[in-house]
């Protein structure tokens, strides 16, 4: 580390942080963009100290071409790049989560492609490909059923002591005009005025479970049902149960739980064209993909994993009766 890189504030996920030294007293700044709360899981920027032991030393020189150097011995991680690329990417921040992967791993906690809500104390995971449903049918427990959402898109998961649970997630609802055309169809306003060029799967809109007095859940969250949702656009399609594939559920687990770790969905993106900034490594471990391995079982064990298709009403209806 440079001798004039000192110490300027810390970056969190939930439990997880890391402190950011740098020689540029305005390097706070670059973390501090108020959607990171909704976007980035549990995230927060702050001047507590972090005992983790994990380091980012950001280093910034106009001109400069983004580096990235990675302490594989150690903790620590170095940035190179110009102030520009930095704030209009916010790499940062998205750097900081795919790094902390490590830590949430290192406590049997992972990052995962999936939707999940929560009532009563208790957790549902929802998974599922892109357009299968996930958003759509969390809007729908949330704003009809008393569910609050625990994360749309991302959510933080794991194990502890033998049992599955849920740690946090993006707080932020993200949707195809597709999507609402059926269900939730009040939101079609929430559509910019410049969307309405495009298609309706690829016009897209966002909003933030306030705006819908939606509630969030927070802290450690137990899992009680796993559903692979199928939803289906007819209001009276009868609700179908069906058990999960052993080889499919082991296959789709695995991609879905490991895509962070191994630097797959996560590249570094810089500057305002989002253009590749950089090699991020795997840093994945045989522990790690232990701890993986161990959730996966447990899902695929569990007597409320399953695939369910039917209308919004019967997903729904079985959800809320679980």
């Not at 209009?88 to 999940?116: C, K, W």
């Not at 927070?218 to 559903?227: E, F, S, T």
């Not at 609700?239 to 052993?246: A, Q, S």
Request: proline fraction near 5%; charged fraction near 20%.
């Amino acid at each position: 580390m440079q001798a004039d890189s000192v110490f300027r504030c810390s970056a969190w996920m939930g439990i997880h942080g890391i402190n950011i030294y740098s020689p540029t007293a305005n390097v706070m700044p670059l973390l501090q963009n108020p959607k990171l709360v909704y976007s980035v899981p549990e995230y927060r920027c702050n001047d507590t100290l972090s005992e983790s032991g994990y380091s980012l030393e950001v280093i910034t020189s106009e001109g400069s071409s983004f580096s990235l150097k990675i302490d594989y011995g150690g903790k620590g991680f170095t940035v190179v790049s110009s102030m520009i690329d930095l704030v209009a990417g916010d790499t940062l921040p998205y750097l900081i989560h795919s790094i902390l992967e490590v830590q949430r791993l290192e406590n049997g906690q992972f990052t995962m492609r999936a939707a999940a809500v929560a009532k009563d104390g208790k957790g549902i995971l929802l998974l599922g490909r892109s357009g299968a449903g996930k958003t759509s049918v969390s809007l729908s427990l949330c704003r009809d059923h008393g569910f609050s959402l625990v994360g749309n898109n991302i959510v933080l998961a794991g194990m502890k002591d033998s049992c599955a649970y849920l740690y946090g997630g993006e707080k932020i609802f993200r949707f195809r005009r597709a999507s609402v055309l059926n269900y939730n169809t009040d939101l079609l306003n929430a559509f910019k005025p410049e969307a309405q060029h495009l298609d309706d799967w690829t016009a897209t809109a966002t909003v933030i479970p306030e705006q819908l007095g939606i509630t969030v859940s927070k802290g450690k969250i137990p899992i009680v049902a796993v559903l692979y949702l199928h939803l289906l656009n007819e209001p009276e399609a009868e609700l179908r149960v069906e058990p999960m594939n052993p080889l499919f559920s082991r296959l789709f687990l695995y991609e879905m739980s490991s895509a962070y770790i191994r630097g797959i969905c996560s590249p570094i993106l810089i500057g305002s064209d989002l253009r590749f900034g950089g090699f991020f490594p795997c840093l994945d471990t045989p522990e790690f993909h232990a701890r993986r391995v161990e959730f996966i079982n447990w899902v695929v064990e569990n007597p409320h994993y399953n695939y369910v298709s039917g209308s919004m009403d019967s997903l729904c209806s079985y959800a809320v009766s679980i």
